[in-house]
């Protein structure tokens, strides 16, 4: 389809680039002697996974490659095909190599990692055989998405989000172009107008051209000269939507730096991972459930108070809901992250249960069973038992671990925090057992 003829096609369509020189950002792929940029040059295109954010230039890069190589260049939906249609590609392909010897075919895939296993798998021998070099486009992690065979097979390409002054650069060329963009309508942008978009772009290109297009269908709603202004500009765009997915990769990155800000005892930096999550439409109580995982895996003893504090958070927050709610989260974050650290309680049940999967269903020691029968306390359940109440100071030296662990130590407090206290209250009640045992010792000699 003609783009020049067509005003009908969205602006951020129309403004595609076709060519290397006219795209923005990726400086990282595409700049002078990176790996793209070789590439494109050499016109050798290995198999590719292009990973990134929405509007970051995926299908733009895979364009350029169409215009650049010389090969049978395929665009390809997983939304809107299946197996079928990959059938009928590598049938097409095939014919078209034994037609001609040297012939290439390059499949691109867009939103590759709708397709599920199988249907990976039905393209997965032609790009081993070669007679396909695939092509992909992904907004989410390939490690979780795609096929290890497939992924082995292909270089994996990370897109960052552009930087404000790539999609300024981007817009001012829309307003300018006389051809695809906006020029011919003579309409401007102020400063500030431009900024705010950009801004709220959030790294997404589309996103800036459509509210840049927005907001020229508005200014010509009144009289000229046409001047995109910060209010016209707060119209189109509406509300800054967040670059977020609840069951994505960004779900579990944002989710990863609220728990290790919080492990590293930074308040700001919690409460600001804290404020994008709310402000994307998380699930406050999936956050509840994360601070209050966090309250032990990473507090622990260093501070008892902690996991009240996150209980007391969730119930506060059912109460009230949002917004009002959501205060209580940014307490409980900021308490978390300035208590005292401890993954003591976290190590000792790692080890515990690693001992339990190594030693299986070792018996109870007779000395601890209950023996509410004769015939138990026949048996010897309960011999010997001492009641540590009886102790002047609540001490008693009986073993309390299978017989096979006697003497394992799983608990290791550390000197932080409450646990502090913790620490040397059992070095104290495990001198005077010592000693104990020692007089004992020395009693029967």
């Given at each position: ?90 049938k ?45 486009a ?12 497939l ?26 172009d ?26 997404d290109c ?24 910060e209010?016209?500009?707060?119209e ?11 069951d ?36 406050p109580?999936y ?12 507090i ?92 002047r ?42 000693q ?10």
């Amino acid at each position: 389809m003609n783009r020049r003829a067509n005003q009908s096609i969205p602006l951020a369509e129309r403004m595609r680039p076709a060519v290397l020189k006219n795209f923005i950002g990726q400086e990282h792929l595409v700049g002078k002697g990176r790996f793209l940029r070789e590439m494109i040059d050499s016109g050798q295109i290995p198999s590719l996974l292009l990973w990134g954010p929405p509007g970051s230039g995926k299908t733009t890069l895979a364009t350029i490659l169409a215009n650049t190589v010389a090969a049978d260049f395929i665009f390809f939906s997983a939304v809107l095909s299946g197996v079928k249609d990959i059938r009928r590609i590598v049938k097409e392909a095939e014919e078209k190599q034994a037609a001609i010897a040297e012939n290439e075919t390059i499949l691109f895939v867009d939103e590759i990692h709708r397709f599920n296993k199988s249907q990976q798998d039905a393209f997965l021998p032609h790009v081993e055989s070669g007679l396909l070099t695939l092509i992909g486009a992904t907004t989410e992690n390939p490690s979780f998405e795609i096929i290890a065979p497939l992924l082995s097979r292909c270089q994996v390409l990370l897109l960052k989000p552009l930087e404000p002054e790539n999609i300024k650069t981007i817009l001012n060329r829309a307003l300018t172009d006389q051809d695809l963009g906006l020029g011919k309508e003579e309409i401007t942008i102020e400063t500030s107008a431009l900024e705010m978009l950009a801004q709220y772009a959030d790294g997404d290109c589309r996103r800036a051209l459509n509210r840049l297009e927005a907001a020229a269908v508005l200014v010509r709603q009144g009289s000229e000269p046409y001047v995109i202004n910060e209010q016209l500009a707060q119209e189109a765009v509406q509300e800054k939507t967040l670059r977020y997915d609840r069951d994505g990769e960004e779900h579990y990155n944002l989710i990863s730096a609220l728990h290790k800000s919080l492990r590293d005892s930074d308040p700001d930096g919690g409460c600001y991972w804290l404020g994008r999550m709310l402000a994307s439409g998380e699930d406050p109580l999936y956050i509840l459930r994360r601070l209050i995982r966090f309250a032990s895996e990473d507090i622990g003893i260093a501070d008892p108070r902690a996991l009240d504090v996150a209980l007391n958070c969730r119930d506060a927050f059912r109460m009230l809901g949002s917004p009002e709610g959501e205060l209580t989260l940014f307490q409980a974050t900021i308490y978390l992250a300035t208590a005292p650290k401890s993954n003591a309680l976290y190590l000792t049940e790692k080890m515990v249960k690693k001992e339990v999967r190594r030693s299986g269903s070792l018996p109870v020691p007779l000395h601890l069973r209950n023996a509410p029968t004769r015939l138990m306390k026949d048996i010897g359940y309960g011999k010997g038992y001492q009641y540590a109440h009886d102790d002047r100071v609540g001490l008693v030296a009986q073993e309390h671990l299978p017989e096979q662990l006697s003497g394992t130590t799983f608990y290791q407090p550390t000197d932080r925090g409450y646990e502090a206290m913790v620490r040397d209250r059992l070095i104290k009640w495990r001198k005077i057992l010592q000693q104990r045992a020692e007089q004992n010792n020395a009693n029967k000699k």
